[in-house]
C-alpha cells in the first residue's frame, strides 16, 4: 500500500511515457500507450492461409505448416523504433510486452497450439554483449498468455554469422547454412514448435533455423516474428 501511493506521487512529478508518442502512460500500460500499439501496421497473417511470410518456407522447410509476423516493418517506422529500442536501447521488456499483445492478437489462429516456444538464439558473444536474447523475451510475453513452455537448449547457434545488412537474397541462405544444430532432438519426436524471431527479412535466418529443427523426427513447425519487412 506504501510502495503503491509512493510510485503515484512519483508519477505525479516524473510520469512514465509511451516510447512512441511520448504520452503519459495510464494504469495497465508499460513502456507503450494502446493507442500506439493498435496504430501499428498489423499484417493480419494469423488469420491468412498461405500468407506471404508462409510463402517464405515454400519448398525449402516443408515441416512449417503455419508462420506470421504481427507488425509490417519500414524503415523509420514505429515499429522499427520499438524494435531498435528493444535490441540496442536497453528495453527488454518490450519483448515481453509485445509479446503478450500478439498473443492475445493470435489466440485461437492455431498459432498457440504448440508444444514449446522455441526462441532463435543469439550467439554466444552477442548473447554477451547484448545481455539478453530478444526473441526469449517475445517467447516469454507469449508464453505468458499461453502457458506453453520456453525451451531455449533445443536450438543452439554454431557460429557468428556475418551481417546480412547488403546481402541479396541467395547470399542470405548462403550465410545461414548450417548456422544451428538441435540439442537432444529426441525429447520433442512428433511434437509441435513454435519457432520465434524479432524480424524477418527473407527468411534466411528462421528458415535455417526451423531447417535445424527439421532434424527432429515427425516435428510441426510453426513460425512467428514480430515484424516483416514489406
Sequence with gaps: MIRTLLNDFLHLFFPHVCLLCGRPLVEGEHEICLACLHGQPHTGFEQQPDNRMEQLFWGRTPAVDRAAALFYFEKGSQVQQLIHQLKYRNHPEIGRILGRYAARRMRGSGLSQADAVVPVPLHRKRLRQRGYNQS????EGLTQIWGIPVEEGLLERTHANVSQTHKGVYE????????????????YRGKTLLLVDDVVTTGSTLGAAAQALSAIPDVRIRCFSLAIAR
Design 136 to 139: 526469449t523475451l517475445i517467447a
Design 172 to 187: 542470405r541462405w548462403e550465410n545461414t547454412h548450417e548456422l544451428f544444430r538441435v540439442s537432444q532432438p529426441e525429447r
